[in-house]
DNA sequence: CTGTATTCATACTATAATACTATGAATTAA
DNA sequence: TTAATTCATAGTATTATAGTATGAATACAG
């Protein structure tokens, strides 16, 4: 039941966007010194996050990335299903085409939606304002990491 | 965030004890052909329930499984939590060995923990009696999956 | 006491997923 | 023109998953 590293650094990325928003793009580079991920990889984390709108990206000289949106308007649970595709717990809650065909009866189904359900929930209900906050509560203005 | 067989498998095994429960020891060729699932594998995971305190076995001629416990006495966590280890989203929550050293200042550490909270208390609201009741209730008393 | 059916113990293996690393092109600003 | 960056794609090493294989121990039936 684990969320892959690209789904948690993902988070970590997001939250150091959040709270380095000067209105410039912060480069790669940066959040790696922060964070201690690669940039390389980081790079694939932030391709991902980009091409479902949550970083607005720019190239060359100067260039990084920058929240889309305010804090307040990212669920934690969006981030999280950006990553990892989706949390389903059973492969067959994943998309129609994955329902296998004894759905009908199947008495376990249910109880897997369920608990699908309440990990959607849980991670719907906290935007990335709540991380932030959190972490400045932690590390008060000295935030470095 | 999956489950695996092994997770998955076990809760079938224990419906399917539970619902074939004459006071007989139940063979894994029996519960093979149900299920689906090669007699070599269902012994993985039988002795995993076992060494837990799950079932009782008998060996030999006519031996084989059956419930420790009434159905409404096993949680589905315990039965899960059995399988996987532990159902924690993150490794940091399996246990205090794996607790990072930053953890006093992690601020998603929290939000892991909620995660891991709701998961838990979800599949700890059901009993294995509660799918047993859905099967029967979709299979009638024809029952041979 | 022998044969057969079962669990129990352990080791092995194939596949897939995860977690990266590598190479180089495209873009941008100074 | 140069340096710094993202973007695109491919490659790889490690680990986890999902099984299979071999054979010993046990128990009952005859």
Redesign the pocket.
Known sequence: M?I???GRYALRVMIDLAIHDTGE?????DISARQG?????L??I??TL??AGLLR?????????RLAKKPEEYRIGDILRTMEGDLAPVECLQGDENLCPKAEECSTLKFWKGLDDVVNEYVDKFTLRDLVTETEKNFGNDYSI
């Open positions: 684990k892959s590293t690209k793009y912060v480069a790669l580079k991920i690669t940039v390389k990889y790079e694939q932030v391709t980009g091409k990206s720019m190239r060359g000289n100067n260039g990084g990335h």
